[in-house]
Nanobody
Framework: QVQLVESGGGLVQPGGSLRLSCAASGNIESIRFMAWYRQAPGKQREWVARISVGGSTNYADSVKDRFTISRDNVKNTWPLQMNSLKPEDTAVYYC?????????WGQGTQVTVSS
């Protein structure tokens, strides 16, 4: 199994930046993909970004060129750097991993973009 814990959420003004982190523990060697999702109030959960074990990244069109997903191999964390934030980025952000034996989700962290 893999356990995921998100952190770094908070309140930020439009145009500002936040750096979320997803810390993994457990059977980390089984991880093949790590992704970030978000869910705004009254909306379905949507995919935001993904990184493979080889380092390939993909982004939703709505966050491309503003968000960057990466991996810190020393700390076993997967940060999501979010720049030029907009009010429509307000949501609970979740990390999810696809491993050799299943999928695992974190508990989420709230991001609010407001003046």
């Amino acid at each position: 199994q893999v356990q995921l814990v998100e952190s770094g959420g908070g309140l930020v003004q439009p145009g500002g930046s936040l750096r979320l982190s997803c810390a993994a523990s457990g059977n980390i060697e089984s991880i093949r993909f790590m992704a970030w999702y978000r869910q705004a109030p009254g909306k379905q959960r949507e995919w935001v970004a993904r990184i493979s074990v080889g380092g390939s990244t993909n982004y939703a069109d709505s966050v491309k060129d503003r968000f960057t997903i990466s991996r810190d191999n020393v700390k076993n964390t997967w940060p999501l750097q979010m720049n030029s934030l907009k009010p429509e980025d307000t949501a609970v952000y979740y990390c999810k991993t696809d491993t050799l034996v299943g999928q695992y989700w974190g508990q989420g962290t709230q991001v609010t973009v407001s003046s």
